[in-house]
C-alpha cells in the first residue's frame, strides 16, 4: 500500500503525518509512506487544502486532520 | 489563518446533537439576567462600596467575563455549523466565470464563510486560477478570510458594542472587495510566477462524503472547544485591562501619538500593525489598552485590522507564488483600504 501526505510543511501537515505513522504501525500494515511537499505534485490529485491523505492514488482526506481511529479504517478496509 | 489550523485530532466524545438546543436557551437566559445578577452580588451580598473604583473593575470584571464567553460560544459554535456547508471546492465553483465586480463581492463574503487557513493559501491559490478566476477574485477572498474573523467580531460586540462591531465586519468587507477589484483593474497577472499557469491540477477524486446534521452539530462543538482553548486567555486578560483601567481617568498618554488630532496615527497604527502578526484575541487586550488611554477609535481599529489582516507569514507563503512587485502591490493596496477605513472612523467619532 502506498500512502502519500500531501502538505508543504504546516504543523498540521507534520501532525497528519505522525498520526499516519502511528497508525500503520498499530494495525502491522505494509505501507510505504511518503510526505509530498512539491506544490505541482500536490496539484496533481487536485486537492486545494493541505493537508491531504492518498491512499493508493485515491483522495481519502483533504483539509482536515483524520483521527487515528478513522486513518487506521482508511487502511485497514483495504 | 495559522491558528485556525486544527492541530488536535484526539479522539474526542461525540456528543448528542441536541445538547447545543438545551445549551443555547439556557446560555441565552444567563445572559439575560447576568447584569442583574452581578450587581447583586456585588452590592447586595458582597456589600461593595458603590463609589469606589475597585468596586466598578470588580463588576466590570464579573460581568465582561461570562457576557464574552457565551458570546463567543455561542457564535463559534453557529460559525461552526454554517462553515460545514462550505468548502474552497464548493466555493471555486461558485466563483467561476463570475464577472469582475460581482465575483469580488461573491469572493469577499465566501471568504468569511469558508473554512481556510494560511497553509492551505498556496494550494487554493493555484486552484483558483486553474479554474480561471480572475486575480482580483481570489485576492477579495484572499484578503476577507483572515480580516474578518469572528472572534473579533464578538469580542468588538461584547467589549465595545455592535455599533463598533458592525463597523468593522462592513467596512472589512468593504476593503477586501474594493482591494480585489484594484489589483484586478492593475492587470497584475504577469506577478504570478510562470509555473503556477503551467500546472495540470488533477481532478478532485474524492467521492462527496455524506455529511449528517449531527456531524455538522459536531463540526460547531470541535469549533468551540479549539477556539475556546486557544483564545481564552487572551480574553481574560483583555477583559482584565479593560476592567482595571474601568472607571479611572484615563492619562491620556496614547492621545499625543493615536489621538484624533494627530493625523498620522493612522498611516503610523498600519505601519506597526502589518509586519505583527498575532491572532484577533490576543490583538484585543491591546486594543482595550489603547482606547483606555486616547488612542482614536479609527486609529486602534486600523491597528487590529492591519495586524490580523496581513501578516509578514503570509506574505512568505505567498512570496512562492507571486512575484515581489505583486506582493508589494497586494499590501498597499489592502493598507491603503485599511487607513481609508480608520480617516473614516476618526472623522465619524
Redesign the interface.
Given at each position: 500500500m502506498k500512502i502519500f501526505i500531501l502538505?508543504?510543511g504546516?504543523?498540521?501537515?507534520n501532525?497528519?503525518e505522525d498520526?499516519v505513522r502511528q497508525a500503520v504501525k498499530e494495525t502491522g500494515i505494509d505501507a510505504q509512506i511518503e510526505h509530498v511537499t512539491d506544490?505541482?505534485k500536490?496539484?496533481?490529485?487536485?486537492?486545494?487544502?493541505?493537508p491531504a491523505l492518498i491512499i493508493d492514488e485515491?483522495?481519502?482526506?483533504?483539509?482536515?486532520?483524520?483521527?487515528?481511529?478513522d486513518i487506521k479504517k482508511m487502511i485497514g478496509g483495504k | 489563518m495559522?491558528e485556525c489550523?486544527?492541530?488536535?485530532?484526539?479522539?474526542t466524545k461525540k456528543i448528542n446533537y441536541y445538547i447545543p438546543f438545551v445549551l443555547i436557551p439556557f446560555a441565552a437566559v444567563i445572559y439575560f439576567f447576568l447584569e442583574r445578577g452581578v450587581d447583586y452580588l456585588v452590592y447586595t451580598i458582597l456589600q461593595l462600596d458603590k463609589s469606589s473604583h475597585l468596586t466598578e473593575a470588580i463588576r466590570f470584571f464579573l460581568y465582561d467575563t461570562p457576557k464574552v464567553f457565551i458570546l463567543l460560544t455561542v457564535i463559534v459554535f453557529v460559525v461552526g455549523v454554517i462553515r460545514s456547508y462550505f468548502?474552497?471546492?464548493k466555493t471555486?465553483k461558485a466563483l467561476e466565470g463570475k464577472p469582475l465586480f460581482a465575483g469580488n463581492v461573491m469572493a469577499a463574503g465566501l471568504g468569511i464563510l469558508t473554512?481556510?487557513?494560511t497553509?492551505?493559501a498556496?494550494?487554493?491559490f493555484?486552484?483558483f486560477v486553474?479554474s480561471g478566476i480572475p486575480l482580483g477574485v481570489t485576492f477579495s477572498f484572499l484578503v476577507a478570510a483572515p480580516m474578518i474573523n469572528e472572534v473579533a467580531l464578538v469580542l468588538l460586540f461584547g467589549l465595545f458594542g455592535w455599533k463598533t462591531a458592525l463597523l468593522y465586519a462592513s467596512t472589512g468587507l468593504l476593503i477586501a472587495i474594493l482591494s480585489g477589484w484594484v489589483i484586478g483593474r492593475l492587470k497584475v497577472e504577469r506577478f504570478v510566477e510562470e509555473?503556477v499557469y503551467e500546472?495540470?491540477?488533477?481532478?478532485?477524486?474524492?467521492a462527496e462524503q455524506k455529511i449528517t446534521f449531527t456531524d455538522r452539530i459536531q463540526a460547531g462543538t470541535t469549533a468551540v472547544v479549539d477556539i475556546v482553548s486557544k483564545v481564552w486567555i487572551y480574553i481574560v486578560a483583555g477583559i482584565a485591562i479593560g476592567a482595571a483601567v474601568h472607571g479611572y481617568v484615563p492619562e491620556n498618554f496614547m492621545a499625543s501619538i493615536m489621538g484624533k488630532d494627530a493625523w498620522w496615527s493612522v498611516p503610523l497604527a498600519v505601519l506597526i500593525g502589518v509586519p505583527l502578526y498575532s491572532n484577533a484575541a490576543g490583538i484585543i487586550p491591546i486594543l482595550q489598552a489603547l482606547l483606555e488611554k486616547g488612542a482614536s477609535l479609527g486609529s486602534a481599529l486600523a491597528f487590529m485590522m492591519s495586524v490580523i489582516g496581513l501578516s509578514l507569514p503570509e506574505m512568505i507563503i505567498l512570496r512562492?507564488i507571486i512575484k515581489l512587485p505583486l506582493i508589494v502591490i497586494f499590501i498597499s493596496v489592502v493598507a491603503t483600504g485599511i487607513m481609508i477605513v480608520g480617516f473614516l472612523f476618526n472623522i465619524i467619532y
Open positions: 502538505g508543504m504546516c504543523a498540521t501537515c501532525k497528519l498520526t506544490i505541482k500536490i496539484m496533481a490529485y487536485g486537492v486545494m487544502t493541505t485515491k483522495v481519502v482526506a483533504a483539509g482536515k486532520l483524520p483521527t487515528l481511529a | 495559522a489550523c486544527n492541530t488536535n485530532n484526539s479522539e468548502s474552497p471546492e471555486r473554512p481556510f487557513c497553509c492551505s498556496i494550494p487554493l493555484i486552484g486553474e509555473w500546472i495540470k491540477a488533477g481532478d478532485f477524486q474524492m512562492k
